[in-house]
């Protein structure tokens, strides 16, 4: 049974700077941490995949990830963020300790309430 691991979560962080672009010559990322995290969330389907493996679990797992750690940033910088990111953490920990992604689902739709 694989277990996401931290490489995916950076791959998902990444994927979401990189949708975030305002254009390939600018390079610069638009919106906050906590927006960007958002963004990341409303990419997660509404059932997660009934098991582990495969192209679609992986790049939820990934977005997962990426949101999470978006959101810790906006709540190490600003408080009113914690709920995010601690709602994110919930489903990211529910993912790696039942092997069961629609376990997750309940903290990821209480994440999309903060967003």
């Known amino acids: 049974m694989r277990r996401p691991t931290t490489a995916v ?3 998902g962080l990444l994927l979401a700077l990189t949708a975030c672009q305002s ?3 600018s390079g610069k990322v638009q919106g906050t941490d ?3 995290a958002c ?3 409303s990419r997660l389907p509404e059932r997660m995949p009934g098991a582990y493996g495969g192209q679609d679990f992986d790049i939820v797992v990934a977005r997962l990830g990426g949101a999470e750690e978006l959101a810790r940033a906006a ?3 600003d408080a009113k963020f914690q709920p ?3 709602a994110l953490r919930e489903a990211q920990q529910l993912l790696n300790v039942t092997s069961d992604p629609p ?3 309940p903290a ?3 994440a999309r309430t903060y967003c």
């Open 9 to 11: 979560a950076a791959v």
């Open 23 to 25: 254009g390939a010559a």
């Open 34 to 36: 906590a927006e960007l």
């Open 39 to 41: 963004a990341a969330v």
């Open 75 to 77: 709540a190490l910088a």
């Open 84 to 86: 995010l990111a601690d």
């Open 103 to 105: 376990q997750a689902e």
């Open 108 to 110: 990821i739709k209480k």
